[in-house]
Each structure stands twice: as structure tokens, then as C-alpha cells.
């Protein structure tokens, strides 16, 4: 008689586990949350649990709640598999990455396979900030999108800005050494080529990837250089301590960036003291947003004491909201339907597109620099008094660089 109520009692307790399972829709957050990603790592994790507390707030989907579940990658590839089959052994059908494009890499292929071999019982893998190209190129899949700008677009519009600076003359490439980094110093030097062909490249530096705690020999030798210009994709500490050797050595140059606003680059590029010297090219910048985004972005800074840095999180997540809803559905192959080609606001103004093709977004791009806070702007960076100014912005139109993608679609 006891084994039988054991029995009972059990059952009742995998069928309520098993029902709150579906009142819940469970997605995997992917990233480094300790190493020396997890400055970057941790505040993602605070914008989607604040993204899904909006849409939990406004109903979830389709009636059911939003769950965030955090995993650590340790930004490792292999890492990131296990972590995503443990996301998919907890219920997610849904997963989120953005830091580290080999990581990214390995998520879309296992998901493809995944995917292959489990018809059904499909996963989808929305990426927000991993750019190396290959991945909506010759790696796409129709099971990842992507809502960053890809490392071309970003290349794009800082070569067509430098083309209106002819103080430029002597430029250092330093990057990580890995996909992402690699492809970065690929693209500057074709582009320098074709777009200012009389500008020197006189360094070109490949480091470890979140393994160096002192720049300083590399800063050495860029000042040897004679460079008056860096451009870097570096990402996570390696661009807060990258810079802030560049200001314990008093390097005086121009630096064109993909992530300088990321946690400790602010505050870097203030101890350097060059005023609009620093540059990064984003998908927005709180100063001269929207009024809507002034207000998140302020409910965001009050809530966890830094900045909104992926407005792309934002766009990723409404968007997602908005194809379960048109779908009426959450499976994923019906939500991935949707997202094709669907045109949407974006968070800090105008509108952008996920292209069908390769499921890379397009939006409008600025070119920002970093100063003393001009009058009337709300916003300075990690309380150092200086905030981002816009310097040029690219229209969406205008970053649609073609693609090599040919998608197999199920």
C-alpha cells in the first residue's frame, strides 16, 4: 500500500511539473558569467531578465511567462554546447548568445544538427551581438538570426567615415586573435585599400582573447609605429585594458572601435584624456534617441546602475514578442517563418529588417565619440562626466552589404 501512494504521490508530482513546464516558455541565455567575459556576460543577463519582466508584464506569450535561464560559457564553444543541451534538458526551445563569435559559430551548427535530428522539436538561436560575417554567409542557417550589424556593415561605415579625415595617415590594427578578430583585421586593410589608399597601415597585431592583463608591450609598440590611429575590434576587458595601458603610456592617437562604450572603456578613454578621439559604431546612442528610449534607458540606469548597451536586445526581443503573436504559435519553425523578412521599430528610432536571406538585421548605424558631455544631454558613461556624441550616422539602406548565404530551409 505505501509503494502504491509513493507511486501515486510521484506521478502527481511529474504531471504538476510537467503543466508548469507549459505555462512557462523557457530561454537559455548563453554567455559568459565568469572569466574574462563576464563584465560583458553578467549586464546581458540584466537586459533580458528585464526584457522578459516587460513582456511577463504584458501578458508573456501567449499567456504563458517568459523564463530566463542563465547558463555560463566561460565564452569556450565547447562549453557553450553543453550548456545549450542543458537549456534544451530544462525545456528551452528557445536560446540567446552574443558575445564571442567562435561561440556563436558552434551554437548555430549544433542547433542546425540538433534540429536535423530531432524534428519537432525544433530550436531557435537568436544571436545579438556575435558579428563575424561567416555566420549569415557561408555558415547561415535558418535556425539563427542575427540582430547585431555584421563585422562588414561595422567596417563599412567607420572606412567611409575615415574617408572624410585626412588627418589620418599612419593606422595599427590590433585584434583578438580568433574568427571574429581576425576577419576585423581582414576587412580594415581591404577596405583602407580601397577607400584611402594613402593611408599607411604601420602595425598589424594579433593577441590572445581575454587572456592579457597588461597592454602595455603592445601599447609600446604602436607609439614605436608612429600611428595616429588605431582600429581594434576588441571586445570585454581586452578593450577597457587595451585602453587603459594607452592611458597609463600617454599614447596620443585617434582610436575606431566596435565595442570602446562596453563596462570599463568609458571610463578608460576618460584617463587618456582625448576628448572625441575615441570612436565605436553602434546601433544607436542615448543622447539622441527617441524619447521612449530616453526613458527605458533611464528606467534601465536606475534599476541596475549601468547602461542599456544592446539596444539590439531590445529589437531582438520585441521582435520575437511579435512573431509568436502573428504566428499565434511557439513553435519555433513557425515563430522562424515570421522573422523572415519582418520590418519592425527599432528601439532607438526609425525602423529596420531582417533580411530573408541570410536572417541578418539591418538598421540605421552612428558613429559616436567620446567627450565632455554636451549642454542638455542626459547621459555620461560610468560617472566620469562624459557621455557619447553622434559624429555621422549611415542609413539602414545604406549598410546592406550583400551576402553569400544559401539557405537550406526544412
Given at each position: 500500500?505505501?509503494?502504491?501512494?509513493?507511486?501515486?504521490?510521484?506521478?502527481?508530482?511529474?504531471?504538476?511539473?510537467?503543466?508548469?513546464?507549459?505555462?512557462?516558455?523557457?530561454?537559455?541565455?548563453?554567455?559568459?558569467?565568469?572569466?574574462?567575459?563576464?563584465?560583458?556576460?553578467?549586464?546581458?543577463?540584466?537586459?533580458?531578465?528585464?526584457?522578459?519582466?516587460?513582456?511577463?508584464?504584458?501578458?508573456?506569450?501567449?499567456?504563458?511567462?517568459?523564463?530566463?535561464?542563465?547558463?555560463?560559457?566561460?565564452?569556450?564553444?565547447?562549453?557553450?554546447?553543453?550548456?545549450?543541451?542543458?537549456?534544451?534538458?530544462?525545456?528551452?526551445?528557445?536560446?540567446?548568445?552574443?558575445?564571442?563569435?567562435?561561440?556563436?559559430?558552434?551554437?548555430?551548427?549544433?542547433?542546425?544538427?540538433?534540429?536535423?535530428?530531432?524534428?519537432?522539436?525544433?530550436?531557435?538561436?537568436?544571436?545579438?551581438?556575435?558579428?563575424?560575417?561567416?555566420?549569415?554567409?557561408?555558415?547561415?542557417?535558418?535556425?539563427?538570426?542575427?540582430?547585431?550589424?555584421?563585422?562588414?556593415?561595422?567596417?563599412?561605415?567607420?572606412?567611409?567615415?575615415?574617408?572624410?579625415?585626412?588627418?589620418?595617415k599612419k593606422v595599427y590594427l590590433i585584434n583578438q586573435d580568433y574568427s571574429f578578430g581576425q576577419g576585423v583585421r581582414k576587412l580594415a586593410a581591404e577596405m583602407l585599400k580601397a577607400k584611402r589608399p594613402d593611408v599607411q597601415i604601420v602595425g598589424d597585431e594579433l593577441h590572445p582573447l581575454l587572456k592579457i592583463t597588461d597592454f602595455a608591450p603592445y601599447i609600446a609598440k604602436i607609439k614605436a609605429s608612429g600611428a595616429d590611429t588605431v582600429i581594434t575590434g576588441n571586445w570585454g576587458q581586452d578593450i577597457a585594458l587595451l585602453l587603459k595601458a594607452a592611458a597609463d603610456a600617454g599614447l596620443q592617437a585617434n582610436w575606431f572601435t566596435y565595442y570602446a562604450g562596453g563596462?570599463?572603456?568609458?571610463?578608460?578613454?576618460?584617463?587618456?584624456?582625448?576628448?572625441?578621439?575615441?570612436?565605436?559604431?553602434?546601433?544607436?546612442?542615448?543622447?539622441?534617441?527617441?524619447?521612449?528610449?530616453?526613458?527605458?534607458?533611464?528606467?534601465?540606469?536606475?534599476?541596475?546602475?549601468?547602461?542599456?548597451?544592446?539596444?539590439?536586445?531590445?529589437?531582438?526581443?520585441?521582435?520575437?514578442?511579435?512573431?509568436?503573436?502573428?504566428?499565434?504559435?511557439?513553435?519555433?519553425?513557425?515563430?522562424?517563418?515570421?522573422?523572415?523578412?519582418?520590418?519592425?521599430?527599432?528601439?532607438?528610432?526609425?525602423?529596420?529588417?531582417?533580411?530573408?536571406?541570410?536572417?541578418?538585421?539591418?538598421?540605421?548605424?552612428?558613429?559616436?565619440?567620446?567627450?565632455?558631455?554636451?549642454?542638455?544631454?542626459?547621459?555620461?558613461?560610468?560617472?566620469?562626466?562624459?557621455?557619447?556624441?553622434?559624429?555621422?550616422?549611415?542609413?539602414?539602406?545604406?549598410?546592406?552589404?550583400?551576402?553569400?548565404?544559401?539557405?537550406?530551409?526544412?
Amino acid at each position: 500500500m505505501r509503494k502504491f501512494t509513493l507511486g501515486v504521490c510521484m506521478a502527481a508530482l511529474l504531471t504538476a511539473g510537467a503543466a508548469n513546464a507549459q505555462e512557462t516558455v523557457k530561454m537559455g541565455y548563453i554567455d559568459p558569467l565568469s572569466g574574462g567575459g563576464a563584465s560583458v556576460g553578467e549586464v546581458g543577463l540584466k537586459h533580458y531578465q528585464w526584457l522578459a519582466d516587460q513582456i511577463n508584464a504584458q501578458g508573456g506569450l501567449m499567456g504563458k511567462k517568459l523564463e530566463i535561464i542563465p547558463l555560463d560559457n566561460k565564452t569556450n564553444p565547447q562549453e557553450a554546447v553543453v550548456q545549450a543541451q542543458k537549456a534544451i534538458d530544462a525545456g528551452a526551445r528557445y536560446i540567446t548568445q552574443g558575445n564571442g563569435s567562435s561561440v556563436a559559430a558552434a551554437l548555430s551548427d549544433f542547433v542546425t544538427k540538433f534540429n536535423d535530428r530531432n524534428p519537432g522539436k525544433e530550436v531557435l538561436y537568436f544571436n545579438y551581438a556575435a558579428v563575424d560575417d561567416s555566420l549569415t554567409n557561408e555558415k547561415c542557417s535558418f535556425w539563427h538570426f542575427r540582430w547585431d550589424a555584421n563585422s562588414s556593415i561595422k567596417m563599412t561605415a567607420i572606412t567611409n567615415y575615415l574617408k572624410s579625415q585626412p588627418n589620418v595617415k599612419k593606422v595599427y590594427l590590433i585584434n583578438q586573435d580568433y574568427s571574429f578578430g581576425q576577419g576585423v583585421r581582414k576587412l580594415a586593410a581591404e577596405m583602407l585599400k580601397a577607400k584611402r589608399p594613402d593611408v599607411q597601415i604601420v602595425g598589424d597585431e594579433l593577441h590572445p582573447l581575454l587572456k592579457i592583463t597588461d597592454f602595455a608591450p603592445y601599447i609600446a609598440k604602436i607609439k614605436a609605429s608612429g600611428a595616429d590611429t588605431v582600429i581594434t575590434g576588441n571586445w570585454g576587458q581586452d578593450i577597457a585594458l587595451l585602453l587603459k595601458a594607452a592611458a597609463d603610456a600617454g599614447l596620443q592617437a585617434n582610436w575606431f572601435t566596435y565595442y570602446a562604450g562596453g563596462a570599463g572603456g568609458p571610463t578608460a578613454i576618460k584617463q587618456t584624456g582625448l576628448q572625441h578621439k575615441v570612436y565605436d559604431i553602434v546601433e544607436g546612442n542615448p543622447n539622441t534617441a527617441i524619447e521612449a528610449a530616453q526613458k527605458q534607458e533611464e528606467e534601465f540606469r536606475a534599476k541596475f546602475g549601468v547602461t542599456l548597451w544592446y539596444p539590439r536586445a531590445v529589437n531582438e526581443m520585441r521582435m520575437f514578442a511579435k512573431a509568436v503573436k502573428e504566428a499565434n504559435s511557439l513553435d519555433p519553425k513557425a515563430v522562424a517563418l515570421k522573422l523572415e523578412g519582418m520590418t519592425a521599430d527599432v528601439f532607438d528610432g526609425g525602423q529596420g529588417t531582417m533580411r530573408k536571406d541570410d536572417h541578418q538585421f539591418f538598421q540605421d548605424m552612428y558613429i559616436r565619440s567620446f567627450g565632455p558631455l554636451d549642454p542638455g544631454a542626459k547621459f555620461d558613461e560610468e560617472k566620469t562626466g562624459w557621455g557619447w556624441k553622434q559624429q555621422g550616422k549611415i542609413a539602414a539602406a545604406d549598410t546592406n552589404v550583400p551576402t553569400t548565404c544559401k539557405m537550406e530551409r526544412p
